[in-house]
């Protein structure tokens, strides 16, 4: 599994991530304390340029042998996405994910940069599969149970992406242990999924299931070997944490606001 990075306003010292030098040392603490051995930013946050710094200064500090990734789920311009896709060919990332807006934005980031080009957005659906193919829009497409039909339709996927030599790897959506558990099961069972699988897991601090939250081990998360996916629902948690659904809201709502910054609003190409 992978260290995923998101700018953080709730770090455990109660201050916020502000710079590059964030970043890359929570990503080091994560290589320490988890074992895991490539990340992933979440960007399209601060100014691109400081964004491509946590991957030079990740590079630096943990060595060509560490995975580098970059999402700035299509927000940036394909001008903005040429131009740090070009400045982070020097540190070789795995994949550039989403770069730009769309399978237009994608293909035209991925004729002038040389760095794979990976998607969880586009395409996300059979429907765009083929397009998507012949624009020549994408290297790695990241499975995701959700949007491509659960397990049986991942494996279909795959047996497309095999048919034209793309990449593969999983895609997360902040999902519990009940779904992490599927993930696991059906990516064991690809075995042209070499990359490190994508997990916000290690952001959570507590899981549904029965026994808290699944345990790293060297930077791996063991498939579930009980019946079923391999994990029991706490009727407990489920009850706890639906009342708190009903309290907060749908967390995904919560992306298109900031509320330390009540003048930002999102907007597509906009850096």
């Given at each position: 599994?992978?260290a995923?990075?998101?700018?953080?306003?709730?770090?455990?010292?109660?201050?916020?991530?502000?710079?590059?030098?964030?970043?890359?040392?929570?990503?080091?603490?994560?290589?320490?304390?988890?074992?895991?051995?490539?990340?992933?930013?979440?960007?399209?946050?601060?100014?691109?340029?400081?964004?491509?710094?946590?991957?030079?200064?990740?590079?630096?500090?943990?060595?060509?042998?560490?995975?580098?990734?970059?999402?700035?789920?299509?927000?940036?311009?394909?001008?903005?996405?040429?131009?740090?896709?070009?400045?982070?060919?020097?540190?070789?990332?795995?994949?550039?994910?989403?770069?730009?807006?769309?399978?237009?934005?994608?293909?035209?980031?991925r004729?002038?940069?040389?760095?794979?080009?990976?998607?969880?957005?586009?395409?996300?659906?059979?429907?765009?599969?083929?397009?998507?193919?012949?624009?020549?829009?994408?290297?790695?497409?990241?499975?995701?149970?959700?949007?491509?039909?659960?397990?049986?339709?991942?494996?279909?996927?795959?047996?497309?992406?095999?048919?034209?030599?793309?990449?593969?790897?999983?895609?997360?959506?902040?999902?519990?242990g009940?779904?992490?558990?599927?993930?696991?099961?059906?990516?064991?069972?690809?075995?042209?999924?070499?990359?490190?699988?994508?997990?916000?897991?290690?952001?959570?601090?507590?899981?549904?299931?029965?026994?808290?939250?699944?345990?790293?081990?060297?930077?791996?998360?063991?498939?579930?070997?009980?019946?079923?996916?391999?994990v029991?629902?706490?009727?407990?948690k489920?009850?706890?944490?639906?009342?708190?659904?009903?309290?907060?809201?749908?967390?995904?709502?919560?992306?298109?606001?900031d509320?330390?910054?009540?003048?930002?609003?999102?907007?597509?190409?906009?850096?």
């Amino acid at each position: 599994m992978i260290a995923y990075l998101f700018w953080r306003y709730d770090r455990p010292d109660g201050k916020d991530d502000t710079c590059a030098e964030d970043l890359a040392a929570h990503c080091r603490e994560l290589h320490d304390t988890l074992g895991v051995t490539a990340m992933k930013l979440k960007a399209g946050v601060m100014a691109p340029e400081e964004e491509a710094r946590v991957l030079e200064l990740v590079r630096r500090d943990l060595g060509d042998g560490f995975g580098l990734r970059i999402d700035p789920n299509g927000t940036w311009s394909v001008s903005t996405a040429v131009r740090i896709g070009r400045r982070l060919e020097s540190v070789a990332p795995e994949y550039f994910e989403d770069p730009s807006w769309g399978l237009e934005g994608n293909a035209a980031v991925r004729k002038q940069v040389r760095i794979p080009i990976a998607t969880n957005m586009y395409p996300a659906r059979f429907d765009d599969l083929g397009p998507a193919i012949r624009m020549d829009a994408v290297d790695v497409v990241l499975t995701d149970l959700h949007y491509w039909e659960g397990p049986r339709g991942v494996k279909d996927l795959c047996a497309v992406c095999q048919t034209f030599n793309l990449g593969v790897a999983m895609h997360s959506g902040a999902e519990f242990g009940i779904e992490l558990a599927a993930m696991l099961h059906t990516a064991a069972t690809i075995p042209r999924m070499t990359f490190a699988g994508d997990a916000h897991y290690h952001h959570l601090t507590d899981d549904i299931i029965v026994g808290g939250l699944m345990r790293y081990e060297n930077g791996a998360i063991r498939v579930p070997t009980g019946p079923g996916l391999g994990v029991t629902l706490d009727e407990e948690k489920m009850e706890k944490y639906s009342r708190f659904y009903a309290e907060k809201g749908d967390y995904y709502a919560r992306f298109h606001q900031d509320p330390r910054r009540p003048e930002w609003f999102p907007i597509v190409g906009g850096t």
